[in-house]
C-alpha cells in the first residue's frame, strides 16, 4: 500500500465541504421556515423545507466519506463521500474526487 498525500487531502477537502453543506442546508431551512411563517410566498417555505432534508443527508456522507478517506479505509465510501462534497461545493467536491480515485492504491 503505498502512502501518498492524495486520500487526506481528498479527506480534508470532503468534510470542508460537508460541513459548508451542513450550514447551507440549515440556513435553507431556516429561510423555509420564514418564508413559510410568514406566507410571504406560497409554497416556497414548503419547497425550502422539503430541500433541507436532502442536503443534509448529502453533507453526512461529505463528511462520513472524508474521515475514511483520511483513515485511507472503504476506499467506495470515501468516493461516495467525494462526490458529495462534488454537491455541497464543487470546486472542493472535483479535486476531493480527483484525489480519491489517484490515491485509490493508498486505500485498505
Do not use: H
Amino acid at each position: 500500500m503505498e502512502k501518498t498525500w492524495k486520500p487526506p487531502t481528498a479527506g480534508i477537502l470532503s468534510i470542508i465541504a460537508g460541513v459548508f453543506g451542513l450550514i447551507g442546508a440549515i440556513v435553507v431551512g431556516l429561510i423555509g421556515g420564514t418564508i413559510g411563517g410568514l406566507e410571504l410566498i406560497p409554497g416556497v417555505g414548503m419547497l425550502l423545507a422539503a430541500i433541507e432534508i436532502p442536503l443534509i443527508i448529502i453533507a453526512i456522507i461529505a463528511i462520513v466519506g472524508g474521515i475514511y478517506a483520511l483513515k485511507r479505509r472503504i476506499w467506495g465510501l470515501a468516493l461516495a463521500g467525494a462526490i458529495c462534497s462534488l454537491l455541497s461545493v464543487w470546486f472542493l467536491g472535483i479535486p476531493a474526487i480527483i484525489f480519491v480515485i489517484l490515491g485509490k492504491g493508498g486505500f485498505e
